[in-house]
C-alpha cells in the first residue's frame, strides 16, 4: 500500500482547508464527495471520485489504495425535508465509510464528529472530551444520527480497529462555499437581516486549526478517545459585537424569548416541509441547541495534540474578507470588508 490520503466530503468547508494543508505537505490525495458537488476550488494535483456513502459498494471502490482515510462526509444542515436522510447519511453512510476503509486494510481512519452531540439535558459546567452521553441527549435526528455515527466509531475502535475520532466545535473563517450554520448567521448580520437574537452561548474555531487539529489527530492521537477541537467560548451578542467592530454594523437590540422563537421555528419547518421545500428561517434543533450547556473545554484535547488555535476574531475577520471578495457582502470591489459595510444602505 502507497502513501494515498483518503478524504470524504474533501470538498465541504473543513474538508476543503484539510486537503489544501494536505497537498502542501506534499501528500497525493483522494477526495470522495458526493455526485454533483461543486470541486473546482481544489487543488489540481487531487484525484475526485464521486461517489454516494450510502451505497457500500462505491465506497469500496471509493477507498480503494488509502492508507489514512479522513471521514468528513455529512449532511451539516440541521433541518433537511426528508429526516431519513440524516440517519442514512451521517450514520449508516459513516458505518460504510468504517467498514470499506477496515476492509480495504487502511492504517488509520479518522470519523470527524460533532460537539453539539456532547450536551446534555442537564448539564450546566464546562464540556471535556470525556463527557458521557446516550441518545436520550441527542436534539432532534441531525444530533441523533451524528451521535450513532461517532457511537459506531467508538465501538470499532474499542474493539481493536484503529479508528480516532475528532469533535469540532463550530468552525468559523474564510472558504465556506456551502454557508454552514455559523456563516449563515454570519452573513444574516452583516447584512443586516437579523433584527433579533437569542440569548446563548457558542463555542467557535478557525476552520484552519480545525484541519490543524485534525492531521495531528491522525498522526497522534490514540484510537478509542475522543479529541474536542474548540477555541473560545462566547455568547451570541460577544460573537455579534467583534463583527460589529469589523463591520461597522450594530448588533440588534431586540431579544426574543425562547418560547417565542421556538414557536416561529415550528412554524417555519412546518412551511418548509409542506410548501417551499427550502430551508426554514429557523429550525427546531437549533432552536433547542440554544438551551443547552454549549461552553466547552477542549484545553486536554489541544495540549495532547499541541495544538494552539488563533484567536477568533482572526478567524473572523478572514471569513468576512473572503465573503467580500465572493460579493456575499459588499460589492467585491477588493476594498477593506468594513470600508464597504459602514458605506453600504
Known amino acids: 500500500m502507497d502513501d494515498l490520503t483518503i478524504v470524504t466530503g474533501g470538498a465541504g468547508f473543513i474538508g476543503s482547508h484539510l486537503v489544501d494543508r494536505l497537498v502542501a505537505d506534499g501528500r497525493r490525495v483522494r477526495v ?78 479518522l470519523h470527524c464528529s460533532t460537539e453539539s452531540i456532547l450536551t446534555r439535558a442537564r448539564s450546566t459546567g464546562p464540556i471535556g472530551e470525556d463527557v458521557e452521553i446516550t441518545e436520550d441527549d441527542a436534539v432532534g435526528p441531525y444530533c441523533l444520527s451524528k451521535l450513532r455515527a461517532e457511537q ?33 448567521l454570519m452573513l444574516d448580520f452583516c447584512n443586516r437581516r437579523l433584527p433579533a437574537v437569542m440569548d446563548c452561548t457558542l463555542n467557535l474555531i478557525d476552520v484552519r486549526d480545525v484541519a490543524e487539529g485534525l492531521l495531528r489527530t491522525m498522526e497522534r492521537g490514540t484510537p478509542g478517545r475522543r479529541y474536542l477541537l474548540g477555541a473560545e467560548n462566547l455568547t451570541l451578542l460577544e460573537l455579534l459585537g467583534i463583527l460589529g467592530e469589523l463591520t461597522g454594523v450594530r448588533p440588534p437590540r431586540l431579544r426574543v424569548p425562547y418560547p417565542v ?21 429557523a429550525t427546531v434543533t437549533g432552536v433547542r441547541l ?26 473572523l475577520d478572514a471569513a468576512v474578507r473572503w465573503h467580500v471578495d465572493q460579493g456575499s457582502l459588499g460589492s467585491g470591489d477588493g476594498k477593506p470588508a468594513s470600508h464597504l459595510l459602514k458605506n453600504s444602505a
Do not use: C
Open 261 to 281: 422563537a421556538l414557536a416561529s421555528a415550528y412554524v417555519s419547518e412546518f412551511w418548509a416541509d409542506h410548501v417551499s421545500g427550502r430551508s426554514p428561517q
Open 290 to 315: 440554544t438551551r443547552r450547556t454549549m461552553h466547552f473545554d477542549a484545553s486536554r484535547s489541544l495540549q495532547a495534540l499541541g495544538l494552539i488555535p488563533r484567536p477568533i476574531r482572526e478567524a
Open 32 to 109: 470522495l464527495e458526493r455526485p454533483g458537488a461543486e470541486v473546482g476550488h481544489l487543488p489540481s494535483s487531487v484525484e475526485i471520485v464521486f461517489a454516494d456513502i450510502r451505497d457500500r459498494s462505491a465506497v469500496d471502490r471509493a477507498v480503494e489504495g488509502g492508507r489514512w482515510i479522513y471521514h468528513l462526509a455529512a449532511n451539516p444542515n440541521l433541518w433537511v425535508q426528508d429526516r431519513r436522510t440524516f440517519d442514512e447519511v451521517n450514520h449508516r453512510g459513516t458505518i460504510h465509510v468504517l467498514d470499506a476503509s477496515l476492509a480495504k486494510g487502511a492504517e488509520r481512519v
Open 152 to 184: 459506531a466509531a467508538m465501538q470499532r475502535a474499542q474493539a481493536g480497529h484503529p479508528i480516532l475520532i475528532a469533535n469540532p466545535t463550530m468552525p468559523v473563517g474564510p472558504g465556506d462555499r456551502g454557508h454552514s450554520p455559523p456563516t449563515r
